[in-house]
């Protein structure tokens, strides 16, 4: 009887605790309400847009925020890329890999590359006077590595462009 009411008296009295014991990321990705979230803070082309042809690299600066309390690595992002017609333009892929502490937030930063027959379609259907004007919808899966796991969560994120388009 004693090592069990000096394991109860060490966790605080709390049985589940005292039989379990730390639960460590487990409980954090178990417990609900708690997810990564992503959000885009800036996006610009690598280049002038100009009509007679294809579109430059796109660069986006996305934070993403691990709420957890262990750190994240953010091992890769594959992403298609579709216009608000659904579709499909180009692909984007994370430009290196970065750790997230925990409770934290990182600045990723995400190239997006289009394809002939993507920037074709956009300037063709999406150019309002001068501008390019489309929303791009972002489709595919982070890579994130926990404690050597490799987990694939997937992402849909949409992001509004607006580009003066030269010539």
Request: charged share 25%.
């Amino acid at each position: 009887m004693g090592p069990i009411l000096a394991a109860l008296a060490c966790e605080g009295w709390d049985l589940r605790s005292a039989l379990l014991g730390d639960t460590g990321p487990l409980e954090d990705l178990t417990s609900g309400g708690k997810e990564p979230t992503i959000g885009v803070e800036n996006i610009s082309f690598q280049g002038p847009v100009t009509s007679e042809n294809d579109l430059p690299p796109l660069v986006s600066s996305m934070v993403f925020t691990n709420p957890y309390s262990f750190k994240l690595g953010v091992k890769e992002i594959s992403l298609e890329v579709f216009c608000d017609e659904g579709i499909g333009v180009g692909e984007g892929r994370l430009d290196n890999p970065v750790v997230v502490g925990p409770e934290s937030s990182e600045n990723l930063r995400i190239t997006i590359v289009f394809t002939s027959e993507g920037s074709h379609h956009l300037l063709e259907r999406h150019v309002v006077g001068c501008y390019l004007q489309v929303r791009l919808d972002l489709k595919g899966d982070f890579k994130l590595d926990l404690y050597g796991l490799e987990i694939e969560v997937p992402v849909e994120q949409s992001v509004e462009l607006y580009q003066e388009v030269e010539g």
